[in-house]
């Protein structure tokens, strides 16, 4: 298979704890973005890489929230402590192209649930 | 700044009945738009898309027109099958390269 890969799909965990989740694009695209969704919601965007260069990270909700793409290849996206209002989908989408314009792929998603 | 504004939701259609899903759009510039969809269970994947005015986007018998006038891209389709039971979301992106999704039209087909 070689869409958009995201690890875990599923994370449960408690208020205060940190997670991480894991996004693995498609090999040749050198866009990678991370957008949240919550339930009756479209995908909201969070930030985005070209390569290893993070483009734009001021819509991050919170300073809790970092990603990075150390080598231009899988991204991680880290929730430091996690509140119960981080419960959502977690989605990432890859493009390739210098174009705005290109079809973005999405992953199938890891959804957070704060107890 | 950019906005996407969908009908609500679910339509509720019977088999081969005609789907019209209205989208309209606030940008600056000349965004391109794009339809998504979501099946049960699954990420989102481009159904459609249009990248400057009076474009049409077409794919597995559905339709929309880039309306630059009227600032839409009502997405349609002529005859409507169980299999396309799905959550549809109307999509724009412009120069700054950030996606804006509107809040997704929930699609149910009965037989």
């Known amino acids: 298979d070689t869409g958009v890969s995201q690890n875990p799909r599923h994370k449960i965990t408690k208020r205060g704890q940190n997670v991480t989740f894991r996004c693995d694009p498609i090999s040749e695209h050198n866009r990678l973005y991370w957008y949240r969704q919550t339930l009756g919601q479209g995908p909201e965007f969070l930030t985005y890489?070209?390569?290893?260069?993070?483009?734009?990270k001021s819509r991050l909700l919170s300073d809790r929230f970092s990603a990075e793409r150390p080598k231009g290849s899988f991204s991680t996206l880290e929730i430091q402590r996690t509140e119960q209002g981080d419960s959502a989908m977690y989605l990432c989408?890859?493009?390739?192209?210098?174009?705005?314009?290109?079809?973005?792929?999405f992953g199938p998603g890891t959804r957070l649930t704060v107890l | 700044g950019n906005s996407v504004t969908q009908m609500e939701g679910p339509v509720t259609l019977s088999e081969e009945a005609f789907l019209t899903i209205n989208c309209t759009y606030t940008?600056?510039?000349?965004?391109?738009l794009f339809w998504y969809v979501q099946y049960p269970g699954e990420g989102l994947q481009l159904l459609l898309k249009?990248?400057?005015?009076?474009d049409k986007g077409s794919n597995k018998g559905f339709e929309a027109t880039y309306r630059k006038e009227t600032t839409s891209f009502h997405l349609e389709k002529g005859s409507v099958q169980v299999s396309d039971s799905a959550v549809y979301f109307c999509?724009?992106?412009?120069?700054?390269?950030?996606?804006?999704f509107g809040r997704g039209t929930s699609l149910i087909v009965h037989p």
């Open positions: 999509a724009l992106t412009g120069g700054s390269y950030i996606p804006t």
């Open positions: 249009a990248t400057k005015a009076d």
């Open positions: 890489f070209q390569n290893e260069a993070q483009l734009e």
């Open positions: 989408a890859s493009s390739f192209d210098s174009s705005a314009y290109n079809e973005q792929f």
């Open positions: 940008a600056t510039g000349y965004p391109s």
